[in-house]
Each structure stands twice: as structure tokens, then as C-alpha cells.
């Protein structure tokens, strides 16, 4: 970024994650997976590997592990998700503005990004009376983006902030992955997702055109790539009793083939200390490096929020970003996500 586009471009204020207060233990999940699945799905002790190779030791859910032993349908994984993922949003957001020195009625714009539950009205219009926004709030709900929402969501409320000078926008995306958990259909895909997906949420605050915040982190504009005839790579299918998972094996192959090009195209002429990826699983990790030309092990913030949480989508990146802005990060970062599309998201960070 010029120094002309970085006047002009929204400063971030704070960011700040929570998880559940379900904390799981992988080594739990399969077992608890075995008990459940094996009976059911001839190819378990088949799969059974990625629940350790997958990278992770731990994750959170927002319903207790025994929740999963009984079928569930549209109505109770509903209200399951309208509890969780509003108590989720509540801890981001209210850490994220804490931080920042602001009280909720001074936030004039708000992002909500989630994929994994849908209420109407929104998430914050749900926890709008306790958070204490005002009436006049302007609210973007954003669905669909999958595991490129943290960094499509985040470029949203960037672009939001920077048109309208001075207003506080507030980002959360918030995901409850491991509600979506089903009995009644066993695919691979399915078995894959048990042994990666978590829940947890994040906020940020952004604000454009103000000095006061000139030592804060810069964000440039988001750019977005979106291959043709990918569709079958990720994504849900609705069912019946609930969504079913998309989520290709190929998706680390996927990005070591085609990741270069499309960035190459997207910002040819990039200057990055830093890249922060969204951690989709080892795999993805490593081809991430692989086809950024990182040496093995540079991704090691990417590594420990996996291990931590697991792949808990949107939110996860900006676990990232949160964990490198906490030590010393160099000036130049990218943000970069793939998601549903298949799409590759990716956003420059200016750090002062």
C-alpha cells in the first residue's frame, strides 16, 4: 500500500477470540467417534488415522460431548446454534471492544459472518439488548463464505469503515462447526470433518479517518479469487435433518496446484514479511508453505491455533492474526483464506 491508500484505509483497534466452554480432547473424539461410528461405517478404522494426523489436540463445542450421542434434527441443532453462537458472540465482541476503549452504543456498523447456523433475526440482533447497541446500529449479516469468511468478512467491514470516516465497525464471525455433527449420514467427508472441525468466534474493531489511532494496524483492500467448475470442493448440502458437508480430499493438492497462480494474478507485485493463512488442517498447512516458497515450520502460529481449536472456520484465521499481532510482527502481512467457491481471499495488513 501507498502511503496515500494507507490514509484512507481503516485501522484495526482490537481483536479478540473465545471459544465454548466445551473443551474436547482428540484423543476423547475418537474414541467417542469410534463408539458411535464403527458399527455404522464399514471404512472408519480405515479413516480412523486423521483423527491423529490431523494436527490437533484439542477443541471446543458449545454443547457437551455426550450431546452427540443422540440424533438431532433442524430444531434442536437451531436452538443450540442460537444459544452457543449468540453467548460466542457476546465474549468476542465484548473483549474486542473492551479493548479498544469503547462502549457497544459507539459501534455504528456491524458484520456478522457465519456459515454453520442460520436464525432470523440475525445473531446480533439476538444479543443486541444485552450487548447494549443502539437502535440505529447498521447491521450486515454475511452467510456463505465458509472458512474465507475471516478474511472476506474482515475485508467487508474494512471497506465499510473506510466510506464512512470516523464510524466504529465491529466484525464477529462466529462458527458452531461441531453442531452439524450427524448419525444419519456417513460419507468420508464426514469422517474427516469429525476429526478437524471446532467452534470459537472473533471480533474486531475498525475505524477509518481518525488520528488518534495512528499506531494501530492498517488494513488494505481485500481481493478474491474464485475458480470455475469447483463447486464439489467445499461447501454444504440441506437435508433433511440438517446440512451435510462438501469437503473434497483434494483441497491440499488443490492449493499446492493452483495457490501461486491466482495470487500471482491477484497481487503480482506483493511485499509480505508475513503471510497469515487460515489453518484448514496439516495438510493444507503444509501445502501452504509448500507452494509459498516458506521453509517447513514457518506457518507455526498457523500449527498451534490448529492444534488448540481445530479448523473452526472463519474465526480461525483471525485466531491467527491475533496470535502473530500479539508478538512483534513484522510491517508487511497477508491475510489468506480458501472457502467455499472455491475461493481464494487474501488481504494486506500495515503494521506501524
Not at 467417534?33 to 490431523?54: E, I, K, T
Not at 464439489?232 to 446440512?243: D, R
Request: proline share 6%; net charge neutral; hydrophobic share 50%.
Amino acid at each position: 500500500m501507498t502511503a496515500d491508500q494507507t490514509a484512507t484505509r481503516p485501522r484495526l483497534l482490537s481483536i479478540a477470540t473465545a471459544v465454548p466452554p466445551h473443551p474436547m480432547d482428540q484423543d476423547d473424539i475418537l474414541r467417542e467417534s469410534r463408539a458411535l461410528l464403527q458399527s455404522r461405517f464399514a471404512q472408519f478404522d480405515r479413516l480412523a488415522p486423521a483423527f491423529r494426523n490431523a494436527g490437533i489436540d484439542r477443541r471446543h463445542s458449545v454443547v457437551p460431548l455426550d450431546w452427540f450421542r443422540q440424533p438431532h434434527g433442524w430444531v434442536d441443532r437451531t436452538a443450540a446454534f442460537a444459544a452457543g453462537a449468540a453467548d460466542l458472540f457476546r465474549r468476542a465482541a465484548g473483549a474486542a471492544l473492551d479493548q479498544a476503549r469503547l462502549r457497544a452504543d459507539q459501534v455504528d456498523v456491524i458484520v456478522t459472518v457465519c456459515s454453520t447456523g442460520i436464525v432470523t433475526p440475525t445473531l446480533e440482533a439476538l444479543v443486541a439488548r444485552d450487548m447494549g447497541f443502539r437502535a440505529d446500529v447498521t447491521r450486515v449479516p454475511v452467510f456463505g463464505l465458509g472458512c474465507a469468511g475471516g478474511v472476506s468478512g474482515l475485508s467487508v467491514a474494512a471497506d465499510l469503515a473506510a466510506a464512512r470516516p470516523g464510524a466504529v465497525v465491529l466484525l464477529v464471525a462466529v462458527e458452531t462447526c461441531t453442531l452439524l455433527f450427524r448419525l444419519d449420514r456417513l460419507a468420508k467427508a464426514d469422517i474427516i470433518a469429525t476429526a478437524l472441525f471446532g467452534d470459537g468466534a472473533a471480533a474486531v474493531v475498525l475505524r477509518a479517518g481518525v488520528d488518534a489511532d495512528g499506531g494501530s494496524p492498517v488494513i488494505g483492500r481485500g481481493l478474491q479469487h474464485m475458480w470455475p467448475d469447483t463447486l464439489g470442493i467445499m461447501g454444504w448440502t440441506v437435508e433433511e435433518t440438517g446440512l451435510g458437508v462438501i469437503f473434497d480430499r483434494s483441497i491440499p493438492n488443490f492449493a499446492e496446484a493452483e495457490l501461486r497462480a491466482a495470487l500471482d494474478r491477484l497481487a503480482p507485485d506483493r511485499d509480505v514479511d508475513r503471510y497469515v493463512c487460515h489453518p484448514g488442517g496439516a495438510k493444507v498447512i503444509t501445502a501452504l508453505e509448500a507452494t509459498l516458497d516458506l521453509a517447513p515450520g514457518t506457518l507455526d502460529v498457523e500449527r498451534r491455533v490448529l492444534a488448540q481449536n481445530g479448523n473452526m472456520s472463519a474465526p480461525t484465521v483471525l485466531f491467527v492474526l491475533a496470535a502473530v499481532l500479539r508478538n512483534s510482527p513484522p510491517p508487511k502481512l497477508m491475510a489468506m483464506a480458501l472457502g467455499p467457491g472455491f475461493t481464494l481471499s487474501v488481504l494486506p495488513i500495515m503494521v506501524a
